[in-house]
């Protein structure tokens, strides 16, 4: 098992940048798909970004490409997700989860993530991108 807690969210102007953290603890020794996933009121939860860990496998949905990057630090069991250029249709709750590793195949193949897929998950961080 692993537990994730997020971090980093806030409030900012359009056009502006966040850097949400998730610090991943427990069962660690093992390759996970990492996500990010972002729900907002009465919308479905939707999939952002997903990175393997040990790798340099990603995904993006098409809605962030070219605006937000995902990343792991390895040694401190963390991922990030770098969001450049805010929209405000970018307002959201923010979830980190994890999934066994064989999900990133499928990620990407696909080219969709889906949240019922992921089974570990944090508590998510908000982010509210005003005009």
């Known amino acids: 098992q692993v537990q994730l807690v997020e971090s980093g969210g806030g409030s900012v102007q359009a056009g502006g940048s966040l850097r949400l953290s998730c610090g991943a603890s427990?069962?660690?020794?093992?390759?996970?798909?990492m996500g990010w996933f972002r729900q907002a009121p009465g919308k479905e939860r939707e999939g952002v970004a997903a990175?393997?860990?040990?790798?340099?496998?990603?995904y993006y949905a098409d809605s962030v490409k070219g605006r937000f990057t995902i990343s792991q630090d390895n040694a401190e069991n963390t991922l990030y997700l770098q969001m450049n250029s805010l929209k405000p249709e970018d307002t959201a709750m923010y979830y980190c989860?994890?999934?066994?590793?064989?999900?990133?195949?499928?990620?990407?193949?696909?080219?969709?993530?889906?949240?019922?897929?992921?089974?570990?998950w944090g508590q998510g961080t908000q982010v509210t991108v005003s005009l």
């Open positions: 989860a994890a999934e066994f590793g064989g999900l990133m195949t499928e990620i990407q193949a696909l080219g969709i993530m889906s949240a019922a897929d992921f089974t570990y």
């Open positions: 427990g069962d660690t020794s093992i390759s996970y798909c």
């Open positions: 990175i393997l860990t040990g790798d340099d496998s990603t």
